[in-house]
């Protein structure tokens, strides 16, 4: 099954804005509709299809739960009232919202790869070159991200303050930094790595990337 089941009931904070309650209401008795298309659907095929349904209701739904800001809400709730409670204009909704706003926060890939920890791993003399060996021109890649992005944070952690402990044991400049605090990182993509690959004017990934 797709997802958390709405609440019937909004928070308190959502319920006095005007129009939210009726908005939201189209969308809980839309997920007990396509719940009851999904008991009765013939095929496998079927059933999947039925159950990403399922999934676009929900992602609107808790959006009435979660929205950060009024002017979201509002905006939300717009345009769930702009449907009228039509079925497929919801789901046509809540499929943009899949496509659009929830798909920054999924990874292009997996885990940072692990650097090399290779004995023959050169050592710089000092900082300074390591950063100019981490910034030579490359094609772009994950490890070149990685990369730039180690330099542009002083090679540590923004959130922990801890030094990235395969950078430091490149660097003694790194390593009397950290004063022991030092740790593996990982690069974090506020954008997904795949939305400013590949992209050129006028190509279909361009305008992908443009709407993110």
Do not use: W
């Not at 739960?65 to 039509?86: C, F, I, K, N, W």
């Not at 809540?94 to 929830?102: D, W």
């Not at 540590?156 to 003694?172: H, P």
């Amino acid at each position: 099954m797709f997802g958390t089941p709405l609440p019937s009931e909004l928070h308190l904070r959502v319920q006095h804005r005007a129009g939210a309650v009726s908005a939201y209401q189209m969308l809980f008795r839309l997920e007990k509709t396509v719940l009851d298309d999904i008991d009765s659907a013939a095929t496998k095929s079927e059933r999947e299809n039925t159950e990403r349904s399922l999934m676009y209701c929900r992602i609107v739904g808790h959006f009435f739960h979660h929205v950060p800001t009024d002017e979201g809400l509002s905006h939300l709730v717009r345009e769930v009232a702009s449907t009228g409670g039509d079925k497929q204009k919801l789901l046509d909704l809540g499929k943009l919202y899949y496509n659009h706003a929830l798909r920054v926060f999924r990874a292009a890939k997996g885990r940072t790869p692990a650097q090399s920890s290779h004995p023959s791993r050169p050592s710089f003399g000092t900082l300074a070159d390591l950063i100019k060996a981490k910034l030579q021109d490359a094609p772009q890649s994950h490890k070149t991200s990685t990369d730039k992005a180690l330099v542009r944070d002083g090679f540590k952690c923004l959130i922990s303050g801890a030094y990235d402990i395969n950078s430091a044991l490149q660097s003694a400049e790194l390593k009397r930094a950290g004063r022991g605090n030092l740790t593996p990182t990982q690069c974090a993509h506020i954008f997904s790595e795949s939305t400013n690959v590949g992209v050129s004017e006028g190509s279909s990934q361009a305008n992908y990337a443009a709407s993110a």
